[in-house]
């Protein structure tokens, strides 16, 4: 099977205008070309005036190796037309008939589910812990949050099955390295589990909250069916780790705030960007951890028809397009650069707490984007060097002391602080709102975002908004509302690993996706997941051959 890419068509091309397309690229009468896929489609809207559609097409002919001699001697052609690469998944290592001890995964978002489903794939029949609960309980128990203003510790939009991915777009896109096509893998997992197929092909997939909680469910299933055993509700509190004669530190299991032990030699730490307590005790076990940078901010509130209009012109509502999303970076004059993140279109501000007095905000979108307000953090970059020198946990403490403010500015009780942007860029308090209804559950409280924001982001976002509004008309309108604070962009510490996936001074913990420092969205944390899974597997494969 062949690929041609970088097929430009018109948005409104009609029915059979690609395969006419393709045939008038290659000077093929339409009957020598067959079995025609869709690869992927993007659009190209430079021009909002003429918004075209951009298509990699795989399809068969009968001589394949003539046509590519032939497109070696056209200019384009030869850029363009390729053998379709061979994305199938194919598991590295095959599980002993009898094992001596199973492998451990902590954490149940995107990340542990893949790091579990290739283990149970390659029947190491591994044991899944998750602090919260199932996704159902755990939806029940955020929405409390959402609706009656009562947050659980351990069941939230933080904690639970799903990880914090369920409530967000569900983007499943990235700009990580793939050569082994494993996102093609994470993505026909959740074709698979229920996601629409579109996923498989359009340039920027996305899911949705609603369609992820069945989704996870069933993974859930699949991995259970293959010998995966999940214990929800389950804390880990310590990590056993042990010195051999060689002086090399091994794990030798895990200790469950229930008091239970759990010998293993191989643990798959998937527990994401907000465990900070599991980051402590991972400390006091002697586990290297670094400081990393990560970003501070807020969440921006548009109404979508000003996005759509900005991005398409003419063409804003158009169905394939959709809801038109947004990345915008600034580099300002303090040094401090100032970049749009996890931009949610037709979407929504959600409370992300996940610990008593303090809050934290969110952006997520149901699969249609049909809602009002675009949504998008606004967030400043921070560094250990200049932000939070000397302990390699002293990010957490400076999330944890802004947190805390916004709690209080916006009420002492999950309600956010909120600010209109005309406000904050004359240097004054918001008292009431105006035409951009904030979205965000269980309310706003106006007042002065300055009180729950480091001067320096405060004086970079300033100088900032002015600038995107010269690049999206309307972006800094007064009326729009900035709710904060947005805190948990990615984790503040990396786990440190080798070429093998471990824990660079901890034999057999193998540091994995978000929290670890080695991920940033759902998409990217499945595929580093399945590369920790294989380095397991190859490693419990090893041992058992060498026993």
């Given at each position: 099977m062949l690929r041609l890419t970088e097929l430009k068509l018109p948005l409104d091309h009609p029915e059979g205008a690609v395969k006419q397309a393709l045939c008038a690229a290659l000077g093929l009468r339409a009957e020598a070309v067959r079995d025609i896929t869709i690869a992927r489609r993007a659009w190209d809207a430079r021009k909002r005036s003429a918004i075209l559609l951009v298509y990699s097409v795989d399809f068969t002919v009968d001589d394949e190796a003539a046509l590519l001699r032939r497109a070696a001697g056209d200019k384009l052609l030869a850029r363009t037309l390729i053998r379709t690469p061979d994305t199938s998944y194919r598991p590295v290592a095959q599980a002993p008939a009898r094992l001596p001890q199973r492998p451990v995964v902590i954490g149940t978002g995107p990340c542990g589910i893949f790091a579990a489903l290739i283990l149970a794939e390659m029947g190491f029949r591994p044991i899944i812990l998750d602090r919260g609960k199932v996704v159902r309980e755990r939806t029940k128990d955020t929405w409390a949050l959402w609706r009656r203003n009562q947050l659980t510790p351990e069941s939230n939009v933080q904690f639970g099955e799903g990880g914090a991915g369920t409530f967000s777009d569900g983007k499943l896109w990235s700009g990580i390295k793939d050569p082994q096509h494993l996102g093609r893998k994470v993505l026909t997992e959740f074709v698979q589990a229920g996601a629409p197929e579109e996923i498989l092909y359009v340039a920027k997939p996305h899911i949705g909250t609603f369609r992820l909680v069945t989704m996870v469910e069933s993974l859930r299933a699949k991995i259970e069916a293959l010998g995966g055993e999940y214990r929800f509700g389950t804390k880990v509190t310590d990590f056993l780790v042990e010195t051999g004669r060689d002086g090399q530190r091994r794990m030798a299991g895990v200790v469950t705030e229930a008091g239970e032990t759990i010998e293993t030699q191989h643990v798959v730490l998937a527990i994401g960007h907000s465990a900070r307590d599991t980051f402590f005790q991972l400390q006091a076990a002697g586990v290297f951890i670094e400081a990393k940078p990560f970003s501070i901010g807020v969440r921006i509130e548009?109404?979508?028809?000003?996005?759509?209009?900005?991005?398409?012109?003419?063409?804003?509502?158009?169905?394939?397009?959709?809801?038109?999303?947004?990345?915008?970076?600034?580099?300002?004059?303090?040094?401090?650069?100032?970049?749009?993140?996890?931009?949610?279109?037709?979407?929504?501000?959600?409370?992300?707490?996940?610990?008593?007095?303090?809050?934290?905000?969110?952006?997520?979108?149901?699969?249609?984007?049909?809602?009002?307000?675009?949504?998008?953090?606004?967030?400043?970059?921070?560094?250990?060097?200049?932000?939070?020198?000397?302990?390699?946990?002293?990010?957490?403490?400076?999330?944890?002391?802004?947190?805390?403010?916004?709690?209080?500015?916006?009420?002492?009780?999950?309600?956010?602080?909120?600010?209109?942007?005309?406000?904050?860029?004359?240097?004054?308090?918001?008292?009431?709102?105006?035409?951009?209804?904030?979205?965000?559950?269980?309310?706003?409280?106006?007042?002065?975002?300055?009180?729950?924001?480091?001067?320096?982001?405060?004086?970079?976002?300033?100088?900032?908004?002015?600038?995107?509004?010269?690049?999206?008309?309307?972006?800094?309108?007064?009326?729009?509302?900035?709710t904060g604070v947005e805190t948990r962009t990615s984790s503040p510490i990396r786990i440190r690993r080798d070429a093998s996936f471990r824990s660079v001074n901890t034999l057999g913990l193998y540091p994995a996706g978000e929290g670890a420092g080695y991920a940033g969205g759902i998409f990217s944390a499945g595929v580093d997941g399945i590369r920790v899974a294989e380095a397991v597997g190859r490693d419990m494969a090893g041992m058992a051959a060498a026993a």
């Open positions: 548009h109404p979508q028809s000003i996005i759509d209009r900005a991005r398409f012109g003419n063409f804003a509502g158009n169905p394939i397009l959709g809801a038109a999303d947004y990345k915008l970076v600034h580099h300002c004059l303090n040094g401090r650069s100032v970049y749009s993140f996890c931009m949610c279109p037709g979407g929504t501000v959600v409370a992300a707490a996940s610990e008593p007095g303090r809050l934290v905000t969110n952006g997520m979108s149901q699969y249609s984007r049909a809602e009002r307000n675009a949504n998008a953090g606004i967030v400043v970059g921070i560094t250990p060097e200049v932000d939070y020198p000397g302990d390699p946990l002293a990010g957490i403490a400076l999330q944890r002391h802004w947190e805390e403010k916004a709690f209080v500015a916006g009420g002492s009780n999950y309600c956010a602080p909120a600010q209109l942007v005309g406000d904050f860029l004359a240097g004054r308090a918001s008292t009431n709102l105006g035409a951009v209804m904030p979205s965000y559950k269980p309310g706003v409280t106006p007042t002065d975002l300055t009180t729950c924001l480091p001067d320096f982001a405060v004086a970079a976002m300033r100088e900032a908004l002015p600038e995107f509004g010269k690049q999206i008309r309307g972006f800094d309108m007064a009326e729009a509302v900035m």
